[in-house]
């Protein structure tokens, strides 16, 4: 059986989703993490899903706001059994967990990586801010001139003929000099096999092959120099680098819409999780269970056979030194 976690936050056209069949999956903030969640709320190794035996526990990995499954704050380090269908909360961020015969996801770490850039790009976009990636002509004829790369899978082409993207006049480019497109948080290159050649400072591209852009490294073509800047890019790496943000405890973070409300713990009377009224209430914070104290009063059964053993070592200990001394 495969699991598919879902990412249930965001505002994504349709929720994300990745299938795994791994013993151990880690989400968190930090790159490494098989599920990333640009969320400065998740910590860089949030939780993780593990499989034991035919069953898949989650397990909070220290977290500094901690993993719920359903209504239930798990202790940090605590295993708890998830069924398909189950919700957690990592966060302020909601997944879902999906238990079935489909077939893994290919590539993961890239496709985690592009869910990354939607959910940033999506929120750079709802606090107004353009999340194109911006091509700019640095030096040459078209000096000032530049193209935006916004995120999707068009491929664009820079060069000096008619119905490109981007018309340099440059007498010294091919009509279809280069090709640029986005794959996940990278910008790639790919010369079209142009006379001049296309080159990263000194290094010249291998036409046809795909090569990322690094954000520091001017593209030369021609008598024209570019360079890009990319927010989303820039925004994911500050939100690996930054610390966690503290959740406050009367932080409301409602279960997403459209899936349906965990179940309560047995005994539960904390505020409802269903929506009401239109709107979702938020999840609770259900403490952890405090040992009960030991009763102190009152003599018991197995207490008085342990005085009585102590008594009897203590006089034979007494008898072996009369013994001993003895005249």
């Known amino acids: 059986m495969a699991l598919t976690v879902i990412v249930r936050s965001g505002d994504l056209a349709t929720p994300a989703s990745i299938t795994f069949d791994a013993p151990r999956i880690i989400i968190g903030r930090g790159n490494g993490c ?3 969640l640009p969320d400065p709320s998740v910590s860089h190794r949030h939780a993780s899903i593990r499989q034991r035996g035919s069953d898949y526990v989650v397990i909070d990995e220290g977290s500094t706001n901690g993993t719920f499954a359903g209504s239930v704050r798990l202790s940090p380090q605590a295993p708890r059994v998830v069924t398909s269908g189950d919700l957690i909360r990592v966060g302020r961020v909601w997944l879902e967990i999906k ?16 869910i990354a850039l939607a959910l940033v790009s999506s929120a750079l976009g709802a606090q107004g801010e353009p999340p194109s990636a911006r091509i700019l002509v640095q030096k040459g004829p078209a000096q000032g001139a530049e193209l935006l790369v916004p995120i999707d899978d068009k491929v664009r082409v820079i060069g000096r003929g008619v119905g490109v993207d981007l018309p340099l006049e440059d007498p010294d480019l091919s009509r279809r000099q280069i090709e640029i497109f986005r794959r996940g948080v990278n910008i790639v290159l790919r010369d079209l096999g142009s006379k001049n050649g ?14 990322p852009w690094p954000l520091e490294k ?31 405890a009367d932080d409301e973070i409602a279960p997403p819409t459209g899936v349906p409300a965990p179940p309560l713990p047995k005994g539960f009377s904390g505020p409802s999780l269903a929506p009401e009224g239109g709107a979702s209430a938020p999840i609770a914070e259900v403490p952890a269970r405090r040992a009960e104290p030991r009763a102190t ?12 053993v102590a008594v009897g070592v203590l006089g034979l200990s007494l008898l072996g030194l009369w013994l001993l001394f003895r005249p």
């Not at 024209?224 to 790496?237: C, F, N, Q």
């Open 99 to 114: 238990v079935e015969h489909v077939p893994v996801t290919l590539a993961p770490k890239s496709v985690t990586r592009e």
């Open 198 to 211: 296309s080159y990263l400072d000194a290094d010249r591209l291998e036409s046809g092959k795909d090569t």
């Open 297 to 308: 009063g009152g003599v018991r059964g197995f207490d008085v056979f342990v005085g009585l």
């Open 218 to 248: 001017t593209l030369v073509i021609g008598q024209s120099e570019l360079t890009y800047e990319d927010p989303v890019r820039a925004a994911l790496a500050e939100l690996e680098s930054s610390e966690d943000e503290r959740l406050r």
């Open 34 to 36: 098989e599920v990333f």
